[in-house]
Nanobody
Framework: QVQLVESGGGLVQPGGSLKLSCAAS????????MGWYRQAPGKQRELVAT???????DYVDSVKGRFTISRDNAKNTVYLQMNSLKPEDTAVYYC?????????WGQGTQVTVSS
């Protein structure tokens, strides 16, 4: 079965950086649009960033200029570089793979931004 495994979360001070990784297996990774979502306590899950199979990217306004999504098709991995982190970025971050009606989720990784 398809697996998406996130890593790289943790505790960081405001203004700091983290890089999340999501390793995919058992899918033809290169044809999927990959995305990062996040869910803060008491809030709905929101889309943070996406990268298409051709490498086009999109971001929610609140992270533009601070976060960068990228992918390495040779490693079946998508990344989220997060800079200038703010307390409001605190959430569980989820990796998503989407192709048409097919969609898969990872288990999530916690990111906490606090001093």
């Amino acid at each position: 079965q398809v697996q998406l495994v996130e890593s790289g979360g943790g505790l960081v001070q405001p203004g700091g950086s983290l890089k999340l990784s999501c390793a995919a297996s058992r899918i033809i990774f290169s044809i999927y649009t990959m995305g990062w979502y996040r869910q803060a306590p008491g809030k709905q899950r929101e889309l943070v960033a996406t990268i298409t199979s051709s490498g086009s990217t999109d971001y929610v306004d609140s992270v533009k200029g601070r976060f960068t999504i990228s992918r390495d098709n040779a490693k079946n991995t998508v990344y989220l570089q997060m800079n200038s982190l703010k307390p409001e970025d605190t959430a569980v971050y989820y990796c998503n793979a989407k192709k048409g009606a097919l969609g898969f989720w990872g288990q999530g990784t916690q990111v906490t931004v606090s001093s």
